[in-house]
């Protein structure tokens, strides 16, 4: 093949396309579908994908250039990911190059760095041969300049700027008369990591040989060749321990390496997240009948090498993990590799042992506490067939496995496998969409299935996506689940007590600290805000440029904005009235913590929240502290909900379960009855029974009630009802479409005309109407109104909701219009972004 279709790493509209390029002899045997390569694209140098090939064109080719170089042995990318990603474009309104990018880890983002090496002379010289300009005698400068570039053969502008700070001049004037040449290479962010490393360059008795005849005066030397040589067998040592053990220097070394004794090179080592760490090897445990009768039916499919989706419901501590492994054992054996997904926020090392201890080195794996070495390696072990299971949050979806045979996704209702950035892809979606194309089974794994995915199995339309559900009712150790309490706050508070702890949570803590059991508390902070209010004029300190209030931070003792980084000292008396009665309101765990202090003196609490879990590994050490029993209670956010299981929590108390339930969020109520769920999920694992207390102020709301009851099925029956009724997922489909700009008059003419734009489109083809029309497709678009951040960095930002159904294309649509709108407004400084199946709607 002599000709590649490359699209460059800008993602703009104009760029959203492939560009031809010639392949040069010298790089033919190298360039594969999937290839990264630097391109010469106008002035510049730029990264690129390789997407597909072709014979040399019959056309003109002169114009065309050639691929300057290529990037890595191994192409990071394949025709199937590349596939993938043309979907993605599709699916999400998304360029190409946008959808490739997320597939890759951050250190493969190149960037074109600029190199000087010597020139051939041409330039102004050669085509003038007698202007003044060339007769000109080079400078003391120039000269030192010429050396330098000459000795280097080739060196970076950077370099050369930092060796000659001043002679920016000069080097400019002598690219121009072509005593020296410039040109660009793609550098990646992050290099492989390397060691120095010493060994024996000779055989062990020539080494002998060597030692007899070494003169006195050469000790040290002696001692390196001598500890080479008991080193077994012979491998190459790091540098920087050989001179630490010996106590030698660097130039002992290399005074050997200068007799040609011993080697001293580049050894390449990879990162290992995981290193020096030992995981309890595990074996398979034989199936309880329910887990039986599940991993049969998806063995069935595995073995036929066929396409399938699962879902597979199952209770908390039903032992779905149990499958996830025996099923990946049985795809391994077949030689095929499997995916993981798991939410980031449970990606704990629990979670991680569990697959280490049955797969061990053949476990990769990714989340975002990573360094980007670390995560570059894991990847590679991937790439290069090292590993063949990959345990990771959202983007390991798109893990570079050239065999897949099954994906796994845990907790698969989690609303972290949506990503909020552009692409906007939701990794449930990619991983059916990916196993589709390579023949792979998906398992979706949840105690709470997402209502989209529930109703779809239960449907059981006859489409390929469809799940086949599957259901495991019991606990495996056969023991019960929690019994459940609910208490109503607004009795509590009437009856006298002010407490955040009501008098039956009190005393189920009190019962467990006598019996050295221990508890978990839940504070649902979604719809709570530590925000900073004047308790005279009721002043609320904001963000100047997001019209949100701002959060207070204790630690740093000062106020910032989630959405922009915006940070502010905190008033000492209110800005508005003067008045000193100014502080931080909002149920933070921290007053949690205060409270159990106060009404249980000397109880040791952990606390986990955003603001004890910053650090790398802190997580990881909270929760190990946890389980040595060094503490008698775990408070924190939905982060003590997840994943977790120790034998001793026998209580589960959540402190306020209804402060999410009103937020403007059609899935406000899934949301509470899955944290419920979860979290209640924590108690009585093993032998002890398990108890929970819910604190509510609802406490008659459905999906309180249906949580104490561990009843899915009524949950969903009575959730679909209301779905149905007002019509929103699974009932249609959302097209979240947000638009901002600077000026506001500007922004709300421009979004009329959007929705105008929208109406008119689908009214042509015959789409436009109520959803209440039950018939064929339908879509209607509301708005559109002021974003709930409705100023965003100083942009003011305006939002429609599309509401769609039926088998029409409603995103390329969507796309077309918000195109057309951005065209027509001359000023560029329109944003649009368009999120489909949009997760957050707040
Ligand atoms: P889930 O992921 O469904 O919440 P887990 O996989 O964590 O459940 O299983 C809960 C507990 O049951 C774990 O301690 C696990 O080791 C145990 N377990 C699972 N399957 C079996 C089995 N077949 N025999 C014995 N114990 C099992
Ligand atoms: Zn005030
Ligand atoms: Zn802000």
Redesign the pocket.
């Known amino acids: 093949m002599e000709m590649a279709r490359v699209i460059v790493d800008v993602p703009s509209k104009d760029t959203d396309r492939p560009f031809d390029y010639l392949i040069p002899e010298r790089l033919r045997p190298w360039i594969e579908v999937g290839s990264r390569v630097g391109v010469p694209f106008g002035h510049r140098t730029l990264q690129g994908f390789v997407v597909s090939l072709h014979p040399r064109p019959e056309m003109e080719t002169s114009k065309m250039k050639p691929i300057q170089e290529i990037l890595d042995v191994m192409p990071p990318l394949s025709p199937e990911l590349i596939e993938l990603g043309e979907w993605m474009k599709e699916r999400y309104a998304c360029r190409l190059i946008t959808a490739l990018q997320s597939m890759l880890p951050t250190a493969l983002k190149g960037k074109a760095e600029r190199y000087i090496s010597l020139g051939d002379g041409s330039g102004l010289e050669a085509e003038q041969p007698d202007s003044l300009f060339a007769l000109l005698p080079e400078s003391e400068l120039e000269q030192q300049l010429i050396a330098f570039v000459s000795q280097r053969g080739e060196v970076s502008l950077q370099q050369l700027t930092r060796a000659f700070p001043d002679a920016a001049q000069a080097i400019k004037g002598l690219i121009e008369r072509g005593r020296l040449s410039e040109h660009q290479q793609i550098k990646d962010k992050l290099q492989k990591k390397t060691l120095k490393a010493v060994g024996l360059a000779v055989t062990a008795e020539e080494a002998e040989g060597i030692l007899a005849s070494f003169p006195a005066k050469a000790r040290r030397q002696k001692e390196i060749l001598q500890h080479l040589l008991e080193m077994e067998p012979f491998l190459p040592l790091p540098l920087k321990d050989l001179l630490q053990t010996l106590g030698v220097t660097a130039g002992t070394v290399k005074a050997l390496a200068d007799k040609g004794w011993v080697t001293l090179e580049d050894v390449e080592v990879f990162r290992d997240p995981y290193r020096g760490r030992n995981f309890k090897p595990s074996e398979p445990?034989?199936?309880?009948s329910e887990?039986q009768h599940v991993y049969d039916r998806i063995v069935r499919t595995l073995d036929q090498r066929a396409h399938g989706v699962f879902l597979l419901h199952?209770?908390?501590?039903?032992?779905?993990?149990?499958?996830?492994l025996q099923t990946i054992a049985r795809c391994l054996d077949q030689g095929r590799q499997a995916i993981v997904l798991v939410p980031e926020i449970s990606l704990t090392p629990q979670m991680v042992e569990?697959f280490k201890g049955r797969f061990g080195d053949r476990v990769a794996v990714m989340h975002s506490r990573l360094s980007d070495g670390e995560r570059y390696d894991e990847w590679r072990k991937i790439r290069e067939g090292r590993a063949s299971v990959v345990v990771g949050a959202r983007s390991a979806v798109f893990a570079p496995f050239d065999n897949l045979g099954l994906i796994i996704m845990?907790e698969e209702h989690e609303t972290s496998y949506k990503q909020e950035e552009t692409p906007k892809y939701h990794a449930r979606d990619v991983a059916i969409h990916r196993a589709y194309r390579t023949g792979a089974a998906v398992i979706l794994?949840s105690?709470t299935p997402s209502l989209e995915s529930y109703h779809a199995a239960r449907s059981q339309a006859q489409d390929d996506f469809a799940p086949v559900l599957l259901e495991?009712k019991a606990?495996?150790?056969g023991n019960k689940l929690p019994a459940v309490r609910v208490i109503d706050m607004r009795e509590e508070l009437r009856e006298g007590n002010r407490s955040m702890f009501s008098r039956p949570l009190h005393e189920a803590i009190a019962g467990r600290l006598e019996r050295g059991e221990q508890t978990v508390l839940l504070l649902n902070r979604r719809g709570y805000s530590t925000f900073v209010m004047c308790r005279s004029c009721g002043y609320v300190a904001g963000c100047p440029e997001c019209d949100i209030s701002l959060t207070y931070h204790q630690k740093s003792n000062n106020l910032r904005c989630h959405y922009c980084g915006y940070a502010a000292k905190t008033p000492e008396v209110c800005p508005d009235c003067g008045s000193e009665h100014i502080r931080y309101f909002g149920t933070g765990t921290q007053r949690v913590e205060e409270e159990l202090a106060k009404l249980f003196p000397g109880i040791r609490v952990i606390r986990m929240d955003v603001d004890t879990t910053t650090e790398k590994g802190s997580h990881e050490k909270l929760l190990k502290q946890f389980r040595e029993k060094k503490a008698d209670v775990l408070l924190g956010t939905q982060m003590v909900a997840k994943?977790l299981?120790f034998p001793d929590v026998t209580l589960v108390g959540v402190i306020t379960a209804d402060s999410a339930l009103n937020l403007p969020d059609f899935r406000a109520a899934e949301k509470t009855f899955q944290l419920l769920t979860q979290v209640a999920?924590r108690a009585g694992?093993?032998q002890l029974p398990g108890e929970v207390v819910i604190q509510s102020y609802t406490p008659e709301h459905y999906s309180i009630v249906h949580a104490s009851g561990h009843d899915y099925l009524s949950f969903v029956k009575d959730e679909l009802k209301h779905r149905k009724a007002l019509h929103y997922p699974p009932y249609c489909r959302l097209i979240l479409v947000t638009l901002s700009h600077e000026q506001l008059p500007l922004l709300v003419r421009m979004a009329e005309n959007f929705a105008a734009g929208i109406k008119s489109e689908a009214d042509r083809r015959g789409w436009f109407g109520s959803l209440d029309r039950f018939d064929a497709s339908a879509l209607d678009i509301l708005g559109p109104v002021a974003s709930p951040i409705p100023r965003l960095k100083n942009r003011y930002r305006f939002q429609c909701m599309i509401k769609w159904r039926g088998t029409m294309d409603a995103v390329s649509l969507t796309r077309s219009v918000a195109e057309q709108l951005q065209d027509s407004a001359r000023d560029s400084t329109l944003q649009i972004s368009i999120d489909v199946d949009p997760q957050m709607l707040m």
Do not use: F, P
């Open positions: 445990l034989a199936l309880t887990q199952g209770v908390t501590g039903s032992g779905k993990t149990e499958i996830y569990r845990d794994g105690a495991m606990r495996a150790l994943g299981d999920g694992r093993h």
